[in-house]
């Protein structure tokens, strides 16, 4: 297969800083697409990996999958895209489309398991799959999306992950009017958990561990906002809740907050503590209540997200960055420096 070759920032081994590399990427077949990226954002599952916290990276390793860029060639068969548009990627670039998920259109628990954008294998090039921390990126036209053009393209980029991770389950839990949902923790998947919540029409009440919080939450869209560390506030919302995101990745105590469910209710995590969070019992018991998990979404979810974030115009609060500054970042990132996500100019890899 004919290849050519892409300038990238990745890294040869978990604790070597990222820098520049050059890759390769396959050229069109005819169903792809090929897209100069022009932002990508930065996900806490790109530390994760580059560091090899999930002990499942291959080196080396281009992290990257909230993508966005502009299409330059395109394949003969392809349909939905043209030369000009503006395109995107997310966490997945393929999966096998023949299991009843993918036929479904849960590409995202493709029983086959589907091929992330990233450190997972490659089928046309052999070797490992390389992310958007790079200027260019092939894919199959069904793995990209359509970006809406009033959308402001960097704050876009974190939609592709932030975005549909909190959006799938909101929508799977029919979050909207006449229910009150919480969500936990105001972060990069937090803060989009607010403003979709929101939209959606749904009453939104956050829950978070540091009051110098308290005023962004109501800007992103909180109608109330609890310290979750005050007992007593946690208490008046007991038995209260239809539906909880959870987006906290460190530990936290599980059980205050399936507490204010409703009979019925839903706690979904997205969030990924590194250590099992005990449960009790009774947590769930006595109110049919539900503790799940949800992962980001299917193209078409995807692609119904981005069309409901132009609708809306709801785009991810930013701190743009250059690719030189990445590691600084990463070191700001396991701080919760950032409000509330970083998101690389990729015109800078070009210096």
Avoid at 232 to 261: P, R, T, W
């Amino acid at each position: 297969m004919e290849t050519f070759s892409a300038k990238a920032y990745g890294t040869q081994a978990a604790t070597v800083p990222l820098a520049a590399l050059n890759i390769q990427r396959r050229t069109v077949t005819p169903h792809d697409v090929e897209i100069e990226i022009l932002y990508c954002g930065v996900c806490h599952s790109d530390l994760h990996t580059v560091r090899n916290e999930w002990h499942n990276t291959v080196y080396p390793v281009v992290p990257g999958h909230e993508i966005v860029g502009k299409i330059v060639a395109v394949g003969d068969h392809v349909k939905k895209f043209k030369v000009g548009d503006l395109a995107a990627i997310g966490c997945m670039v393929d999966s096998c489309r023949e299991c009843a998920h993918c036929q479904e259109g849960l590409e995202q628990y493709c029983e086959n398991g589907n091929t992330l954008t990233y450190n997972d294998p490659d089928k046309f090039l052999g070797g490992q799959t390389y992310g958007g921390y790079s200027e260019r990126i092939v894919a199959d036209e069904h793995f990209v999306l359509r970006v809406p053009e009033n959308l402001e393209l960097a704050a876009t980029a974190p939609l592709l992950c932030a975005g549909i991770t909190t959006w799938s389950p909101l929508r799977h839990w029919q979050a909207g009017p006449g229910k009150k949902v919480g969500i936990v923790g105001i972060g990069g998947l937090g803060h989009m958990g607010i403003k979709l919540a929101k939209a959606l029409g749904a009453e939104v009440v956050v829950f978070t561990t540091s009051e110098s919080k308290f005023e962004d939450a109501r800007r992103l869209g909180a109608d109330e906002v609890v310290l979750s560390k005050d007992p007593e506030q946690m208490k008046a919302y007991n038995g209260s809740l239809h539906f909880i995101l959870d987006c906290v990745s460190a530990a936290h105590d599980i059980n205050a907050y399936l507490a204010l469910l409703r009979i019925d209710g839903t706690l979904a995590l997205v969030g990924a503590p590194e250590n099992p969070l005990p449960v009790q019992a009774f947590s769930l018991i006595p109110g049919r209540k539900s503790f799940s998990g949800s992962t980001i979404g299917g193209i078409a979810e995807t692609q119904e997200m981005l069309d409901f974030c132009g609708e809306h115009n709801i785009v991810a609060d930013i701190e743009r960055i250059n690719i030189q500054q990445i590691n600084e970042a990463y070191e700001r990132l396991l701080k919760g420096d950032v409000k509330y996500r970083f998101v690389i100019d990729m015109a800078s890899l070009k210096k």
